[in-house]
């Protein structure tokens, strides 16, 4: 019966670990998670080319940062969520100051949609 159990334990634990390897994964890099949001913009609000490299940079900025202060707070989430939402007010206003009026307009659309989701996200999770 022990044996059993042991057996039981370490298939879960083993489960368990996997599923973290493959939330980890499908998050990716920092470089990935750039380029991901970039060709989302890029789709969304039909960047040029000069814009792209623009945005390109600040979120490989935003991502270097935010590393920097995941590392620093120890994973501490009420530590950095001021901070974070600090970083990412940022960010937009740099990447306003790259944008045309019309892609100001689109943006702004963009990021209500992607706050309703996540609001309705996290009702639906509790």
Known sequence: MK???MICALFC???L???AQQA????GNSAERTQKMVDMLTQKLKLTDEQKVKVDTIFSQQNAAMGKMWKDANGDRSQMRDKMMALRAES???INTVLTDDQKTAYKAWQDERKAAMEKRMKDKN
Do not use: V
Not at 24 to 27: C, K, L, P
């Open 13 to 15: 634990s083993g489960i």
């Open 17 to 19: 670990y996997a599923n």
């Open 3 to 5: 044996k059993l159990m």
């Open 92 to 94: 937009d206003k740099k």
């Open 24 to 27: 980890g994964d499908r998050m």
